[in-house]
């Protein structure tokens, strides 16, 4: 008796597992896979595990192919530009020009504007809302507070695109609390592009050969 | 029937069965020719080698006689003896001969050389037998030529070296010939005093400049042709028998070789589209995979948002 109520239990429990799984998916699948995949290739891009990015990078691309609705493969080209800016890689986000004219998306718009430099006060809001205090003060040329504001963003790849932008005017212990932050979430690729910044930066020699020397340990294979 | 009846019919039987075999076989045999009278002749040769009991000599290719008998002498030579039946007896006269061919592919055979006008040969008597050896008789044939060759390079290497001797008696002469044209042409005016026209000793000039070039030519020719004629003698008259086996040898090791690269090439040509192929299927296999990767991904996930939220 004590046995069959076990086993009864145990498909019961099988059962109700069962429902959570979806077991068919939906018409916009595609959509999901891209957006899974960047997710991904974001990820180990900050990583520093190149391959895998670029494999994920490539699918998240191929399924925002596979509709003729533009504005997902926009995004993908647009988020993709501003990883690249996270990391202190300077790109003119051309992948994303060339759709913008087939895409209406004022939100990618004013993203775009973000990324380059050339927001207007209008198109703050239209910004992501991690970024509407940051946006607000660099749209209106103070620099007090910046260095809390950037800090106070989340999550951190937001606080490193934003970091980037007002890069020059951040402080030393701005850049190197970024730098703690990424080595904590093993970004690796991000910690090595701004320790190599900061080397740049920091007037302290020793403080740069230590950054210097860390960086090469970083790169080494073995 | 009666008991002797049965006797004389299987009697008589058995008689017809007899003489009918015997007639048959005897037909046969006659037909054969084997009650034909036979002539034997004989010949002597040094060896044996190259001769068989039962061996045939042909006349125009017909088979006309055979060999029944071979033994040796008390001297050592081998004696031989063939036959001939009686229709075959009218080719072996007097002044026939006997020739051993040994052909340079094929096997040896006898043959007989006829001449009908003579009376007939004996019969016992000997024969006489030429051994003709293919390779002999060519190298025969070609020696004396080859002899005369050998003879005529000499020749012509001892005159060229003597015509291009800058102390033989031509180049002496041509040298004479020289110191007599450049006077020549140094006193124009003793030709034309001789000959009474002023124009004659600038042609005479003329003329003699060309033919000293055509000297200095001529001398340049004829070094240049005894030298090539001692290349000639050394390299062309006398050739290096190992050389060319060499370069034989080499050439059909390359054949063999060429012809092993031929069938790799031609088979590795022939996997090319199983190469493809395997390819094409081994890609399919991957995406199979891949989409099953997806699915299996799409399921696991908690939620699965369609929307792409920017960093």
Redesign the interface.
């Known amino acids: 008796m004590k046995r069959r109520v076990l086993i009864a239990f145990g498909v019961f429990v099988l059962f109700i597992s069962g429902c959570s ?3 068919s ?2 018409q ?2 595609w ?6 995949a ?1 997710q991904n290739y ?1 990820k180990y891009y900050l990583e520093g595990r190149v391959i895998l990015a670029e494999s994920e990078r490539r699918k998240a691309i191929s399924q925002a192919k596979q509709s003729a609705k533009l504005e ?1 493969l926009a ?2 080209y ?2 993709d530009c ?2 690249q800016a ?1 990391v202190l890689n300077a790109s003119d986000c051309a992948l994303y020009l060339q759709v913008k004219p087939l895409v209406n998306a004022p939100e ?1 718009e004013a ?1 775009y504007h973000f990324l380059s430099g050339s927001l207007s006060a209008s198109e703050v809001d239209k910004l ?1 809302s991690q970024y509407h205090g940051f946006a607000k003060k660099w749209q209106s040329g103070k620099t007090t507070k910046l260095d809390e504001l950037v800090l106070a963003i989340s ?1 951190l ?2 606080q490193l ?1 934003s970091a980037s932008i007002a890069k020059e005017m951040l402080t030393l212990k701005t850049l190197r609390a970024i730098i703690q932050t990424t080595a904590d979430y093993g970004y690796k690729l991000a910690s090595i592009r701004w320790m190599t910044y900061l080397s740049d930066r920091t007037p302290d020699a020793d403080e740069s050969a230590q950054l210097l020397k860390k960086i090469e340990i970083l790169t080494k294979d073995s | 029937m009666s008991y002797f009846r049965l006797k004389l019919a299987v009697g008589f039987f058995m008689l017809t069965l007899g003489l009918v075999t015997l007639g048959l076989t005897g037909y046969l045999l006659y037909q054969k020719g084997v009650f034909d009278q036979k002539y034997h002749f004989q010949f002597t040769t040094p060896s044996a080698q190259s001769f068989k009991v039962g061996m045939p000599l042909l006349l125009s290719g017909f088979e006309v006689g055979y060999i029944d008998d071979i033994h040796l002498t008390e001297t050592g030579l081998v004696n031989l003896r063939f036959y001939v039946n009686e229709t075959n007896r009218k080719w072996i006269t007097e002044n026939s001969r006997l020739i051993l061919k040994k052909p340079l592919i094929g096997s040896p055979y006898i043959e007989i050389l006829s001449d009908r006008s003579s009376p007939l040969l004996a019969d016992g008597s000997d024969v006489e037998m030429t051994v003709s050896d293919d390779i002999n008789d060519i190298i025969i044939k070609l020696e004396p030529t080859v002899n005369q060759l050998i003879a005529i390079v000499e020749d012509f290497s001892l005159i060229t070296e003597q015509v291009s001797n800058p102390e033989g008696a031509l180049f002496q002469t041509l040298g004479h010939l020289e110191v007599i044209i450049r006077d020549l042409k140094e006193s124009p005016s003793f030709v034309s005093s001789l000959t009474g026209n002023p124009e004659d000793g600038q042609t005479l000039s003329d003329t003699l400049n060309t033919t000293q070039a055509s000297i200095k030519e001529l001398q340049k020719t004829i070094l240049g042709v005894s030298g090539l004629v001692e290349n000639l003698n050394a390299a062309i008259v006398v050739p290096s028998k190992d050389i060319m086996t060499q370069v034989s040898t080499i050439l059909t090791d390359v054949t063999l070789k060429l012809n092993t690269l031929e069938s790799t090439v031609q088979a590795l040509g022939g996997t090319d589209q199983d190469i493809l192929i395997l390819k094409q299927q081994l890609l399919k296999s991957v995406e199979k995979t891949n989409q099953l990767i ?2 299996i ?5 908690d939620e ?8």
């Open positions: 799984i979806q077991f998916q939906p916009n699948a959509q999901v896979k891209a957006v899974s960047f974001q997902t995004r993908v647009i988020a501003a990883i996270a990618l993203y992501p999550p790849e937001s695109v | 997806d699915k991904d799409y399921m696991m996930q699965n948002s369609n929307r792409l939220e920017l960093p």
